[in-house]
């Protein structure tokens, strides 16, 4: 004779009553409930800081276009001084002309970084915790936050 119990699993293999009103349940149903909530409002934090952060690389990019555009014109102004240089020193019979060359350095404007938006990471205690992303500026020099937390002691 065919064993069926060992070929399909117990529905029931706690065998404690299916009862909608037990307390079992109750906490099983509450416990997903507030794990749903807590994933809504995860969600809903995760879209303000994707928001955020979409704004800061939109503004990011438009001057981060202006920066390049002004870059590459300066390096083509600078091209042409040292194409000039080039030929009055040919002109010269390879001395050096009476100025000096013509360089980049501490023209060019400096690459702009990209802004950092890191979402608060708080305990949640109720519906009432709204928490906001905050905006981290990595243009900051380090010493300058050293010598403020140096003032305090």
């Not at 023209?107 to 802004?115: D, G, H, N, Q, T």
Request: charge should be positive.
């Amino acid at each position: 004779m065919l064993n069926l119990r060992a070929r399909w699993p117990d529905p029931n293999p706690d065998r404690l009553p299916r009862l909608l009103t037990g307390k079992v349940f109750v906490r099983r149903v509450t416990a997903q409930h507030k794990a749903a909530k807590a994933k809504e409002a995860d969600t809903a934090a995760r879209r303000e800081v994707m928001a955020t952060r979409k704004r800061l690389m939109d503004e990011w990019a438009e001057v981060n276009a202006v920066q390049t555009v002004w870059n590459e014109q300066l390096k083509a102004d600078v091209a042409e001084a040292v194409a000039k240089w080039t030929a009055e020193k040919v002109r010269l019979g390879g001395k050096n002309p009476p100025w000096k060359k013509p360089l980049t350095k501490g023209k060019l404007m400096p690459a702009i970084p990209k802004p950092k938006v890191v979402a608060q990471v708080a305990a949640r205690q109720g519906p009432s915790d709204q928490s906001e992303p905050v905006i981290v500026d990595s243009s900051s020099d380090s010493e300058e936050s050293e010598s403020d937390s140096g003032d305090c002691i």
